[in-house]
């Protein structure tokens, strides 16, 4: 498999959070802070896009008779306080990092600037971008596949619950059977769940690859840099 120079690494806000729980444990940033730094001794370039239904869920928001837009506002603030969240987790390990945001967020973090971003890579900081694509009605995988394309990213690694892309959701289907390739096409012919259609849309037409992988294993990632074939590459 493929090795990759500049990684955009989505992670769930459910991921931050033990299971069944809500908030952000300590003890998941620190097992995802080791997951960077071995990223990083391997001279990858780290973007991180963080859901934040730990804290909020935009749209569930909305289904319980909140403002849509106020609901989805609500769901882009707890993504940066998961981003801060990780910075602090990161600064406490010596990482340096640093926390954007898609709309202005005063003494939180700096406005999404493409030419800051790229020399933040380029010297080896960690960052973290946050707020959502900074607009209503778009899901934090969206952003994620905005920020990868924008960053010029090699890959979006989206991690997930489960250890790839399977031919029905292997949770409710024990004869589910699990792909190690497959293309933009053959997902959108077999209508398969990988992400949001917005997401997928901009991924294909900028031919940025998807790799669905299984966060919950702590060596996957590492695995993954070094070149070994885990979890389900769309391209």
Not at 57 to 79: C, E, H, I, P, Q
Not at 208 to 226: A, G, Q, T
């Amino acid at each position: 498999m493929e090795k990759y120079k500049r990684i955009l690494l989505k992670l769930s806000g459910e991921s931050l959070a033990e299971k069944g729980d809500k908030g952000i444990s300590p003890e998941r940033l620190e097992i995802y802070v080791a997951q960077i730094k071995d990223a990083l001794k391997l001279n990858v370039q780290v973007g991180i896009v963080l859901g934040g239904g730990n804290i909020f869920r935009g749209l569930s928001g909305s289904r319980g008779g909140y403002d849509r837009v106020k609901s989805d506002y609500m769901g882009m603030l707890a993504t940066i306080i998961n981003g801060l969240g990780l910075l602090t987790a990161l600064e406490r390990e010596n990482i340096p990092a640093s926390l954007y945001t898609a709309f202005e967020v005063q003494r939180v973090g700096k406005l999404f600037d493409k030419t800051q971003v790229l020399a933040d890579l380029e010297n080896g900081k960690v960052v973290i971008l946050t707020g959502g694509t900074g607009n209503p009605y778009f899901t934090t995988d969206s952003a994620a596949a905005l920020r990868a394309v924008e960053i010029e990213a090699d890959v979006l690694l989206k991690g997930t619950r489960v250890d790839g892309v399977y031919s029905a959701d292997p949770e409710k289907d024990a004869s589910a059977t699990k792909f190690d390739t497959i293309s933009f096409d053959q997902v959108l012919e077999k209508e398969l769940a990988v992400m949001d259609q917005t997401a997928f849309t901009l991924c294909k037409e900028n031919n940025l690859p998807i790799l669905v992988y299984n966060s919950e294993n702590p060596d996957n990632l590492l695995k993954i840099l070094k070149g070994e074939k885990i979890g389900t590459l769309v391209k």
